[in-house]
Every structure is written in C-alpha cells, then in structure tokens.
C-alpha cells in the first residue's frame, strides 16, 4: 500500500509536446516510454512487427503513440492524445498534439493546463513556421517553460555547429514574447536514442543533462497561484436525509490560493461574509485546500450560495465587470467570429451570454505582427476582442490566474465550443 500512497503523492508533471509535421514527435514520445520501460514487452513485440511490415528499417517506435488506426494509416497525428508515464522522481501527463496547421485548436486545448512545452525543431530544417506558431501558442497560454528539442542531431552528423545555428535562430524569434522565462536547448535523436533519457556518446561538446532528467527535476511548484484565494462553487450539496439534515456543502475546485479552517471569506456576488466551518475532502476532514485540490466548503452561517458564486477572502478579490479585454483562439471551420456576434460564455463554473462589442486586432503568428481593422475571425485565427456579458464575471487576468483568467464561447444553438479565451 505504502507504494501506491507514495505513488499517488508524487510530483506531476504536465507537459505538451509541438513541433512541425515529421519533426518526430511520436518518436521521441515512444523513444521516452521505450527507455523508462513504461510499455510492455507484448506491445513492444507487436511494434516490431508492425514495422517490419511497414519495411520500417529501425523498429518504429511512432507507432506506439498514434493510437487511432486513422493517425497510423496516415502517418501522421491528428487528436490531441494524453498519455501517462512514470519514473521514480515523478509521474507524467503528456499531451501529444498535433503539428499540422489546421490542428492548432488541438494545440491550445492541449497546451492549456500545461506546466512546460516540448518543442521539436528538425536540426536540418532550423525554426520554421510551426515552430514559432507552437512557441507563440505556449507564450499565449502563460506555459514559462520550454525545452527546445533539436532532432535528428544523427542525420547532421552530430555536428554542434547545426545545433548552435538553430539555437541562435530561436532564441532570436523567444526573445519577443512575454511569458517564457525558463528556455532550455536539447540536442537529440529520438530515434537513435542520444540525450533522450540517457546522455550521448556521440556529443560529447553538449555539457547539459538528457532531455528525462531535465522533464525530471525541472521546478513548478511556483507557477501556481497560491496568493489570490478562488474557489468556485460547483454544486451545492443537501442531503435530504435524517441523519445529515443540517448538512449544506459547497463543492468545487479550488482555483488559486488556500483556504483554511476558520478562515474569514467573502461569497460573490452577494458580498456577504461568513467563516469557514469545516473542510471536506471526499468524506474526510481536512485543515486547509488548496489547487487543484477538489473539496466540499462547508459555513458558519446559513447564506444563500448557489453555482456561479465565488467564495474569496474579504481583503483579497477578483475583478468583478461586465465589459471584458480577451485574447482568443477562434477554433471553429463553419462559424466566423464578428463584430456583434452572440455566444454562450463559460467561466468557472458560471455560464452568461456574450456579445462581442469589438474586434481590436489579429496576430500574425509568424512575425507576431497585430493585423488591424479586421472584421472576422476564421478557423485558428488568434487575436483581440472586447466582449460584453449579460452579467457581471469575477475574474482574473489570466497570466495571474489560469483557471479564473479563461473562458469558453460555445454556439447557444449547436452547443460546439467555438473559441478559447485568455482575459486580459
């Protein structure tokens, strides 16, 4: 049992791979699973021959992570995958998305509860299109960590001058972004195996660590809110029963800060204040919460409290508008977004209408030049808007908050979630 709590206790690590097409995400992905023996010795088998009857030289270690019999046909990935693996320093969520430019909403959902992003460049190709479009997309997404992998370090023979042309050429695009402060460089081969989880013979001129030990001990405790205490209520909880009849508990998910037992708080939007009574995780009783932790808040006095409300600390509170600043990723082929178009707006836990009042630019991801007077937004389109909501949102900005600083705008028809959005 004691292996199991230690397990459930460790450290987390969530992390986004990008990179172009054929840059060889799934490889290295497979490379990594390969290596900390976190796959079988059936699949491994099974692997081996699938790419023997692909006439794959090499045993093809792609077709571990392209699950869908679509993606592996194709070659190529093409859903956002979340795959799971463990080492005795940490465990591991990796969401394996894909490089084609028309997948880029499947970039921003799976990059927006990411701690790091995993770039690839193809050392013979240096920084290319997508390569900045993923970077701008983590910066946008507040991600402050990102390890550039040079692949395929063995088709330039290992040569440090390859490796440094690529490094000079990104560092000079991340040196205009806001967010990223914590840039590191790998030169790698995913398919040979050098630097991947252990250090290569065939560099010996790259004095840093494996690209496992940095994902390994590369530090993220400090990139969460534990300042702004958040927490949105979820559903209210009254048991109609004898033996819990006093009972009422607020469920939810702590979005930032920490809330403890007899702490003073504040309930928007009523601005009522009360005490915290008690603290419930699952059924047991606990002294504080914290994110991402999910809890039941119970309090001292009988107030009306329903979804949609926030509960806060009295000296420390969000914003509270109706007119919001917000960068946005417009995912959908079908619809446009334009000046006076009208949507479902999800935040938190709460749901209102939005109208957009206006349109103030949009980015042009490869220069990060802003294109004005524009009037639509298309598919993966990536810019500013000012929204007005049909009730006032407590929100922060979403660099201080990423729970309490996006959204969703979802078709009030169709019910298809039609952007991400980032307050500004």
Not at 17 to 45: N, P, Y
Not at 194 to 201: A, C, L, Q, T
Not at 259 to 272: A, C, E, H, Q, R
Not at 360 to 370: A, C, E, I, T
Request: proline share 3%; hydrophobic share 35%.
């Amino acid at each position: 049992m004691t292996d199991q709590n230690n397990y459930l206790d460790m450290d987390l690590l969530r992390f986004t791979t990008a990179g172009s097409v054929d840059d060889g995400k799934s490889t290295l992905i497979g490379r990594l699973f390969h290596d900390t023996k976190a796959i079988f010795e059936d699949q491994l088998e099974a692997i081996e021959r699938s790419s023997k009857q692909r006439g794959d030289e090499h045993i093809n270690l792609a077709l571990l992570t392209d699950g869908l019999r679509a993606e592996r046909e194709q070659g190529i990935t093409i859903d956002v995958a979340y795959r799971y693996f463990a080492t005795p320093k940490r465990k591991f969520i990796i969401a394996d998305t894909p490089g084609h430019i028309q997948y880029t909403r499947n970039m921003v959902t799976g990059a927006s509860t990411a701690n790091l992003a995993l770039i690839l460049v193809d050392a013979r190709n240096g920084v290319v299109e997508q390569t900045r479009r993923h970077t701008f997309i983590a910066d946008l997404l507040g991600i402050k960590h990102v390890a550039v992998c040079i692949n395929k370090m063995d088709l330039v023979d290992y040569d440090e001058k390859a490796y440094e042309k690529v490094l000079r050429q990104y560092t000079d695009f991340a040196s205009r972004l806001e967010n990223v402060t914590d840039l590191t460089f790998i030169p790698i081969s995913a398919l040979k195996g050098d630097n991947v989880v252990d250090r290569s013979e065939n560099m010996q001129w790259y004095k840093g660590p494996p690209l496992l030990y940095h994902l390994e001990n590369v530090y993220v405790g400090s990139d969460s809110n534990h300042v702004d205490a958040r927490f949105p209520v979820q559903w209210v909880i009254r048991p109609h029963s004898d033996e819990h009849h006093d009972f009422r508990g607020f469920s939810g998910r702590v979005a930032g800060g920490v809330f403890k037992l007899g702490d003073k708080v504040t309930i928007l939007p009523s601005g009522f204040s009360t005490k915290i009574s008690k603290i419930l995780k699952g059924e047991t009783e606990i002294e504080e919460a914290y994110h991402p932790q999910s809890v039941t808040i119970l309090l001292e006095d009988e107030i009306d409290v329903s979804r949609g409300d926030m509960i806060v600390k009295p000296n420390n509170q969000p914003k509270v508008e109706q007119d919001l600043d917000a960068f946005i990723c417009w995912f959908s082929g079908n619809k446009k977004l334009s000046k006076g178009s009208k949507f479902i707006f999800r935040h938190t836990t709460k749901e209102a209408q939005a109208i957009v009042s206006d349109i103030r630019y949009k980015v042009d991801v490869n220069s990060l030049r802003k294109m004005e007077d524009v009037e639509t937004f298309d598919m993966n389109d990536i810019g500013r808007v000012s929204l007005r909501i049909s009730q006032p949102i407590f929100h922060d900005t979403y660099r201080r908050n990423r729970n309490t600083g996006s959204f969703i705008l979802v078709d009030p028809f169709t019910n298809e979630t039609l952007a991400a959005g980032m307050l500004r």
